[in-house]
């Protein structure tokens, strides 16, 4: 299985603050047949089912503000939120999916400081 | 646009199979991936197994012996067992599209216990 490995465990950013949430594969996930990476973002608020904000590690979801962005390649991978808002509150998680069994990262807890 | 929506009982007994459904609604399943996903309350997600609507499958090893996905095209389906369930399997079931789920169910918790 590739194990995927989330830091930091939760963070705390001010508003309008930029936040950085990174993400390690225990192997590559980029696929030399087509020059992509298999590994996506979601964020997921309390109660609610995740929701997917990042695919093919860099390309936006429709309808995801552009204030977030993916970045990387390989086995090491960041999210950034360019300026927090109070509605992204929330627990991110990353997710390869080049080898089944897919596997998530143990999650980041963002939260407002 | 895709929608999902999970279906079934909300508590299992020990030693019994779990029985979900996910309807799939403004679209045909005739076409991507479908997986399953559970989290169980507080923790974190895990990928059940995921069925292509030729039905042909794959399930993560963990659960693999217990496992059963199956597709009903002509309803727009697809359905999950899990058998022999302990309490470690309560959770929020989800169902979701693609390889990068990038539609979900509202989820279902499914509670085991007698």
């Known amino acids: 299985d590739i194990v995927m490995t989330q830091s930091p465990d939760s963070l705390a950013v001010s508003l309008g603050e930029r936040a950085t949430i990174n993400c390690k594969s225990s192997q590559s996930v980029l696929s030399s047949s087509n020059n992509n990476n298999f590994l996506a973002w979601f964020q997921q608020k309390s109660g609610q089912p995740p929701k997917l904000l990042i695919y093919?590690?860099?390309t936006r979801e429709s309808g995801v503000p552009d204030r977030f962005s993916g970045s990387g390649s390989g086995t090491d991978f960041t999210l950034t939120i360019s300026s927090l808002q109070a509605e992204d509150v929330a627990v991110y998680y990353c997710q390869q999916y080049y080898n089944t069994p897919y596997t998530f990262g143990q999650g980041t807890k963002l939260e407002i400081k | 646009q895709v929608q999902l929506q999970e279906s079934g009982p909300g508590l299992v007994k020990p030693s019994e199979t779990l029985s979900l459904t996910c309807t799939v609604s403004g679209g045909s399943i005739g076409t991507y991936y479908w997986s399953w996903i559970r989290q169980p309350p507080g923790k974190g997600l895990e990928w059940i197994g995921y069925i292509y609507y030729s039905g042909s499958t794959s399930y993560n090893p963990s659960l693999k012996s217990r496992v059963t996905i199956s597709v009903d095209t002509s309803k727009n389906q697809f359905s999950l067992k899990l058998s022999s369930v302990t309490a470690a399997d309560t959770a929020v079931y989800y169902c979701t599209k693609r390889g990068y789920f990038d539609v979900w169910g509202r989820g279902t918790l499914v509670t085991v216990s007698s």
């Open positions: 093919w590690a860099s």
